[in-house]
C-alpha cells in the first residue's frame, strides 16, 4: 500500500509566536518549529498501517528550509522517505492554496491512502482535510480515532459529540485522525540513525506543474487585515473557605450564568 | 498533550542550540521516555529500594540505548554528544536509571564488544543491546576500591586450559540481576578480563541492602568459588588499562549524566520559589534565593559547556583521560553543589521524596565516589600538572 503522511511544521506552542509587520503572516524564521502535534499521530497511523500491510510510508511535507527537522523526526520514527515542497512562491500560503499545492504534488507522488493530522496548532482551521480530498476527488474520512484497511476498502470510527460513527470508503481516500486514536512511538536511537540515509526529494514550485495564481499568498482567499496582542489574562478570583466557600464558589458560578 | 511532550527547559547559554537536528531528536526521545516512563514512578522505586531492570531493560533496548555509542550486534551507533545527551536526559530522571544504562553499555557491552572474540560477541551483544540480557562489571572489592591494581580475585589455568576463577567483588552494580559479568581478575600475566555467564557454577551474588543513595539501582557483592570457564572467556587485554578503558567510556556518560541531574534540581527549586509564598510573597522575590538560584544556574552553564567541550573533543579522537577526569570531578561536584542549594530552597519538602531534589542529592553522592571518587580525579589532574603521581 502507498501511504502518503502530510506533516506539518508548527512553532512551538511553549514559545511566542509573532505575525509578520509587512504580510501578517506567521513569522516562522522567529520561532522554534516542532512537528505538529497531531502529525504524530498521523505518522504512527501510517506506520501501523504499513507494518499490517505492507507496503511504503511516504512524508509529504510544505514548508521553509528547517522543515527539514521536521522531515527527520518523520523519517526517524521509521517512514520510508520523503518529499519536500519548499519554495518562497509558497510562502503565507493559506488553507486554500495549501491544499491545492498538496494535491500537486500527491498527484505527482501518487497514494493509496493520505493520512494527516486533523488539525494543525498554528492556524487550526481543520479543514485541509476536506479541501484536499476535494481536490483530489477521492473521499474524506475525518476525525477518525480508528482506521481500519480491508482489501480496496477503509473503515474509521469518526469521533463525534455523541460517540462514534463507523464510516467506511473506498480507495484511495483522505484519513485526518485524532489524538485518541494511537500512542506515537519515540524515534529510536537506530531509526534516528537510519533516517539519516533515507532519501528526500525537494520540489520547487515549478514542480508542481501549478497555476501560479492559485500558489502561496497570491492564491490565499483569506488575509489578515489586522491583529493585536491579546489582552493579559486579569487576575482570577480567589475564593477563601471560611465555611461559607460553598456557599461562595456557587454565587460565583451564578452570577457568570454558569448553574 | 502527550505526556512529557515539550518539557521546559533550563539551559540560559543556549547550549542545546549548537545541537545538530539528530542530536535533538535523540535528547527528545530520552527525555520523552524519562517524563512518560519513569519520572511517575521512581520516587516510589526509590522509596522502596528496588528498580524493576528486567521490565525497562527492553523498554530502554527498543528505544536503542543499550550499548548506543557501539557500532553493529544491533547497536545504535550514536555519536558521543548524543550518548552524551542521552545520558543527561536519563539522569535528570534518576542516577540509578543511568547507571544502570551506563553499566550495561560501557562497563560490560564495551568491553565484549572490545575485547571480546567474535563467538562472544555473537552471543552476548544483540541480547545486551536488546534488554533481554542484564550484564555487570566487577572490579571493585571488598578491601580494594580506589586500588584495584591489588585486587586479590585471580584466575588460574589448569592444565586442561580452562580458567579457574576464585575470589569476591562488593557494590557491583546490577550484580544479582545480571546474565552475565565482566570480572577482572590477577593471572599469571596481570590483570585480565573474563566474560562469566552467572548461571556459572560456584557463582554468586547478593544484593546489598540499606544503601541510602541510588536506591532506584541495584548493587550487589559477587563470589566465585572455583567458577570454571572455558579458555576463551579471557578479553583478549592485559593489565588495568582494560577496566580502565572501559572507565573512561562511562565517565564520559557521567560527566554529561550528571548534568541532568543538577538541571532538574535547579528547575525544581524554581519552580518552588516561585509558588512557595512566605512573609506574603513567594520566596523567590527574596534577594538570597535569586543568588542561590543564579548561582546554580551559572554552576550547570559551566557544567554543560565542560560536557558539550569534552563531547566535541571526543568526537574528534582526541579526549584525553586526564580530561575525562576534569569532567568527572568538575561536573559531579558541581552537580552535587546544585542539589545542596536546591534542597535548601525547598525547605521541609525538600527532604520529601515527593520532589525530586533529594533523591538527587543522595543519588550523587554515590556518582560522586564510583568510578574514581573525586579525591582519585584531583590526584589525576595533580599529576598532569606536576608530573608527579601523589596516588601511594
Ligand atoms: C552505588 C555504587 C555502585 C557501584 N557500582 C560499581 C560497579 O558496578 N562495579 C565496580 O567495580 N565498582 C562499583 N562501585 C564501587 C566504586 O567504584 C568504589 O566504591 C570506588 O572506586 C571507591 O572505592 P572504595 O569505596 O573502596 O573507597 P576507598 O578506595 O576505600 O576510598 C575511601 C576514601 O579514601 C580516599 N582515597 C583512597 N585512596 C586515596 C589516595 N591515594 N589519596 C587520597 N585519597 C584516597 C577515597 O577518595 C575515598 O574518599 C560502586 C559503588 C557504589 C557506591
Known amino acids: 500500500m502507498n501511504i502518503v503522511v502530510c506533516v506539518k511544521q ?4 511553549a514559545t511566542e509566536r509573532k505575525l509578520r509587520s509587512d ?26 498501517l504499513k507494518e499490517a500491510h505492507g507496503g511504503e510510508v511516504t ?15 518523520a523519517l526517524a520514527m521509521g517512514a520510508d522517505k520523503a518529499v519536500h515542497l519548499v519554495d518562497d512562491a509558497l510562502a503565507g500560503s493559506d488553507a486554500l492554496s495549501t491544499s491545492y499545492a498538496l494535491a500537486q504534488a500527491l498527484g505527482r507522488v501518487g497514494f493509496d491512502v493520505v493520512v494527516l493530522g486533523s488539525e494543525s496548532t498554528d492556524a487550526r482551521t481543520g479543514v485541509l482535510a476536506a479541501m484536499l480530498a476535494e481536490r483530489l476527488g477521492v473521499p474524506q ?45 519515540y524515534p529510536s536511537f537506530k531509526g534516528i540513525m537510519a533516517a539519516k540515509k533515507k532519501p528526500v526529494e525537494t520540489l520547487g514550485a515549478a514542480d508542481l506543474e501549478a497555476d501560479a495564481g492559485q500558489l502561496g499568498l497570491a492564491g490565499a482567499w483569506s488575509e489578515v487585515v489586522d491583529f493585536a496582542v491579546a489582552p493579559p489574562r486579569a487576575a482570577g478570583t480567589v475564593v477563601k473557605d471560611e465555611g461559607d466557600g460553598g456557599a461562595k464558589a456557587a454565587e460565583f458560578l451564578a452570577s457568570k450564568k454558569f448553574i | 498533550m502527550r505526556p512529557g511532550y515539550a518539557v521546559a527547559m533550563i539551559d540560559l547559554l543556549d547550549l542545546d ?16 521516555f524519562v517524563a512518560s516512563r519513569v519520572l511517575p514512578e521512581v ?20 528505544l536503542g540505548m543499550l550499548g548506543m555509542h557501539l557500532t553493529g550486534y544491533g547497536c545504535a551507533g550514536l555519536d558521543a554528544i548524543s550518548y552524551g545527551l542521552a545520558c543527561r536526559e536519563l539522569e535528570a530522571g534518576d542516577s540509578g536509571l543511568r547507571s544502570f544504562v551506563s553499566v550495561q553499555g560501557s562497563l560490560a557491552m564495551y568491553p565484549i564488544w572490545k575485547y571480546g572474540t567474535a563467538e562472544q560477541k555473537d552471543e552476548w551483544l544483540p541480547r545486551m543491546s536488546a534488554g533481554e540480557v542484564i550484564g555487570c562489571f566487577g572490579l571493585t572489592e571488598p578491601d580494594h576500591g580506589s586500588d584495584p591494581g591489588s585486587m586479590r580475585t585471580h584466575a588460574k589455568q589448569d592444565p586442561s586450559g580452562d580458567w579457574i576463577l576464585n575470589g569476591a567483588k562488593m557494590w557491583i552494580t546490577n550484580g544479582s540481576i545480571a546474565d552475565v559479568a565482566v570480572v577482572w581478575a590477577q593471572t599469571d600475566t596481570g590483570v585480565r578480563g573474563f566474560v562469566v555467564p552467572t548461571a556459572s557454577n560456584g557463582f554468586s551474588a547478593v544484593e546489598i541492602h540499606k544503601k541510602l543513595s541510588l536506591r532506584a539501582s541495584v548493587t550487589s557483592s559477587l563470589y566465585f568459588d572455583d567458577v570454571r570457564l572455558p579458555a576463551a572467556a579471557a578479553l583478549d587485554v592485559r593489565g588495568l588499562k582494560g577496566p580502565l578503558s572501559c572507565l573512561s567510556e562511562a565517565r564520559f556518560g557521567i560527566l554529561w549524566g550528571v548534568t541532568g541531574a543538577g538541571r532538574a534540581c535547579l528547575e525544581a527549586a524554581v519552580d518552588y520559589a516561585k509558588s512557595r509564598i512566605q512573609f506574603g510573597k513567594p520566596i523567590g522575590s527574596f534577594q538570597l534565593t535569586q543568588e542561590k538560584l543564579a548561582w546554580m544556574a551559572v554552576a550547570l552553564g559551566q557544567a554543560g559547556l565542560t560536557a558539550l567541550h569534552l563531547g566535541k573533543l571526543k568526537e574528534a579522537g582526541e579526549l584525553k583521560p586526564y580530561q575525562v577526569s576534569y569532567g568527572k570531578l568538575a561536573n559531579v561536584r558541581a552537580a552535587l553543589d546544585i542539589a545542596r542549594q536546591a534542597r535548601s530552597v525547598l525547605g521541609a519538602n525538600g527532604v520529601t521524596l515527593e520532589y525530586p531534589v533529594i533523591r538527587h542529592m543522595n543519588n550523587l553522592e554515590s556518582v560522586l565516589t564510583y568510578e574514581g571518587t573525586q579525591e582519585i580525579h584531583t590526584l589525576v589532574l595533580g599529576e598532569t600538572l606536576t608530573g608527579l603521581a601523589a596516588y601511594r
Open chain 1, 23 to 48: 504580510d501578517k503572516t506567521l513569522d516562522r524564521d522567529a520561532v522554534d518549529g516542532v512537528i505538529n502535534e497531531l502529525d504524530e499521530y498521523a505518522v504512527e497511523e501510517a506506520l501501523r
Open chain 2, 17 to 32: 542550540a549548537q545541537l545538530t537536528p539528530d542530536q535533538r531528536l535523540v535528547r527528545d526521545t530520552a527525555q520523552e
Open chain 1, 10 to 13: 508548527v512553532p512551538d506552542t
Open chain 1, 59 to 73: 512524508v509529504l511535507t510544505m514548508g521553509p528550509a528547517k522543515a527539514a527537522d521536521t522531515i527527520r523526526k
Open chain 2, 43 to 62: 520516587g516510589s522505586w526509590f522509596e522502596d529500594g528496588t528498580f524493576p531492570a528486567r521490565e525497562l531493560a527492553p523498554e530502554l533496548g527498543s
Open chain 1, 141 to 185: 474520512l475525518s476525525q477518525a480515532r480508528k482506521v481500519e484497511v480491508n482489501g480496496s476498502a477503509v473503515t474509521i470510527e469518526r469521533v463525534t459529540d455523541y460517540g462514534y460513527d463507523r464510516v467506511e470508503a473506498s480507495l484511495p481516500a483522505v484519513v485526518s485522525v485524532v489524538e485518541k486514536i494511537n500512542e506515537p512511538r
